[in-house]
Structure formats: structure tokens, C-alpha cells
């Protein structure tokens, strides 16, 4: 069983930034792949951003440039740095994590970008 506790989110302008985290309850080293998700009102849960053990990273189109993904193996933390933020970032955004064949999420945490 693998637990998932994010952290970060809030209400940030427009053009902000944010840093989220996300804290395992493993080594990130026995994880195949882990992921940021988002799921705005009323839309489907949506790819982010993802890393896999290896270290590859693949981003969706809509956040390229803006978004990075990173790890901490000593700390088993995932984290999102959101730069230039825009309205349309606003949603639940949950970490999940791949080990085996099973996947884990966390308990998602909130993103308003609004001024």
C-alpha cells in the first residue's frame, strides 16, 4: 500500500506561482511512474505532468514551459513548480503513483488562480 499526501495549493493571481508536493509513504524508487493529474469542475481528470523512475518527464501541451516536475529520492517527495499560472490552471490537482499494477492517489489538493 502506498499513501500519497499532497500539499501546496491555494489561491494565487494570475501569473503566479505555486509549488506543490507530493510526500510517499515508500521509497519513490520502488514507484514505476508518478504523476501530477488535474480535474477542473465539471471536466475530466487530466494528465499534468509525470516522472517516471528513471527520471523521464512528460508534460501535457496546455503546461509546457510553465510546468516542472520534479523528485526528492531522500525525501520520497514529488513536486509541481507552476510558473505564470492562468485561470484555466484552476482545479484539483492529485498526485497518483504507479507501482506494479496498481495505482495510488493522494487526496488531491486545491488550485484557485483568480485575482
Known amino acids: 500500500q502506498v499513501q500519497l499526501v499532497e500539499s501546496g495549493g491555494g489561491l494565487v493571481q494570475p501569473g503566479g506561482s505555486l509549488r506543490l508536493s507530493c510526500a510517499a509513504s515508500?521509497?519513490?524508487?520502488?514507484?514505476?511512474?508518478m504523476g501530477w493529474y488535474r480535474q477542473a469542475p465539471g471536466k475530466q481528470r487530466e494528465l499534468v505532468a509525470a516522472i517516471t523512475s528513471g527520471g523521464s518527464t512528460n508534460y501535457a501541451d496546455s503546461v509546457k514551459g510553465r510546468f516542472t516536475i520534479s523528485r526528492d529520492t531522500d525525501k520520497n517527495t514529488v513536486y509541481l513548480r507552476m510558473n505564470s499560472l492562468e485561470a484555466e490552471d484552476t482545479a484539483d490537482y492529485y498526485c497518483n503513483a504507479d507501482q506494479m499494477l496498481r495505482r495510488y492517489w493522494g487526496q488531491g489538493t486545491q488550485v484557485t488562480v483568480s485575482s
Open positions: 515508500v521509497s519513490i524508487f520502488g514507484l514505476t511512474r
